[in-house]
């Protein structure tokens, strides 16, 4: 298993850090979490995938209270991180990628909050068949992605608006551009198109967009 991690945040400055980077980072979870509450499901086994710090579950704990939360991050320093926090959940804590884990029909609800845009096509198919693998009969995966535009004259378009959002957060234009050069070069974000085909051709039974907002989608898909 790797320990390798390329969100480029020292693990204890990664939270407070992105909420100025992404627009409306926390209303990835508060859409998550009523999705998940929307199901009613009576007892729930979670897996995170790519769960950074750990906020995601350490927010379900407060709204589910007898989950079982399985941790799954490839950065050690995240993961320790995460665990410190979340040492009175009843979770378990795996040092992996998507790509790596190995689980069959063991979930009620996968989530991967933007974890899989640093994967090239062939290891975000894997990671995706392995949700699918990894889930019960019935279970759901919420993915929240970096997508671009469908066309592509639209992209700077719409990395000049993403960037704008930085500036008026208090980032610096060196650090806007130093952001932005990163799209298409240390992460590789689909358009909403290719993710819902990948959906569709690793099985899932439906799937739909629930959010979107400047680059950012949430996806979920029912097995
Ligand atoms: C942008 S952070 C998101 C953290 C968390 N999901 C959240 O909602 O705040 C991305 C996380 O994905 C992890 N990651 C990177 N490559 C991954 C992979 N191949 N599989 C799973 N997680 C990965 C990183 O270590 C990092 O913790």
Known sequence: MTNNTQTPFNA????????????????????????????????????????????LCLKAAEVFPDICFTMVDPSEQMLELAKEKSLHLNACYICSTSQEINFNSEFD????????????????????????????????????????????????????????????????????????KRCGTSYFPLTISEHISLLRSTGFRVYNIFWHSYMQTGFYAIK
């Open 12 to 55: 204890k400055k990664y939270y407070s850090n992105i909420l100025s980077i992404v627009p409306f980072y926390d209303e990835f979870h508060k859409q998550t979490l009523g999705l998940v509450k929307q199901l009613d499901l009576q007892s729930l086994s979670w897996l995170d995938l790519g769960c950074g710090s750990g906020e």
């Open 109 to 180: 609800v996968i989530t991967a909050i933007m974890s899989h845009h640093y994967l090239d096509t062939v290891s975000r198919c894997r990671a995706v068949f392995n949700t699918f693998h990894a889930l019960k009969d019935g279970g759901i995966f919420i993915c929240f992605e970096n997508t671009v535009p469908e066309f592509e004259k639209l992209k700077d378009f719409e990395l000049a608006r993403w960037g704008n959002f930085q500036l008026d957060s208090g980032r610096t234009h060196e650090q806007v551009n130093e952001h932005l």
